[in-house]
Nanobody
């Protein structure tokens, strides 16, 4: 099993930046997929960014060019750097790990004011 703890959420003005962190309870070096999802109020959870163990990344069209997913294996941490934030990016952001099952963090709220 993998426990995930997110941090770094908060309130930011449109155009600003935030960096989310997700610390895992075990080594992430060999975890197949690490990802970030988000869920806005009244909407379904959606995939934001994916990072495979091989280093491949993929992003939702809505965040391409603005968000970057990365990891630090030594710190068992995955990051989501979010730049040029927009009010529509407001959501609870969840860290996800895929390894013989799906594991989720508790969520980090992000609010972008206009």
């Amino acid at each position: 099993q993998v426990q995930l703890v997110e941090s770094g959420g908060g309130l930011v003005q449109a155009g600003g930046s935030l960096r989310l962190s997700c610390v895992a309870s075990k080594s992430i070096f060999s975890i197949n997929v690490m990802a970030w999802y988000r869920q806005a109020l009244g909407k379904q959870r959606e995939l934001v960014a994916v990072l495979t163990s091989g280093g491949t990344t993929n992003y939702a069209e809505s965040v391409k060019g603005r968000f970057t997913i990365s990891k630090n294996n030594a710190k068992n941490t995955v990051y989501l750097q979010m730049n040029s934030l927009k009010p529509k990016d407001t959501a609870v952001y969840y860290c996800n790990a895929v390894e013989k099952g799906y594991y989720w963090g508790q969520g980090a709220p992000v609010t972008v004011s206009s």
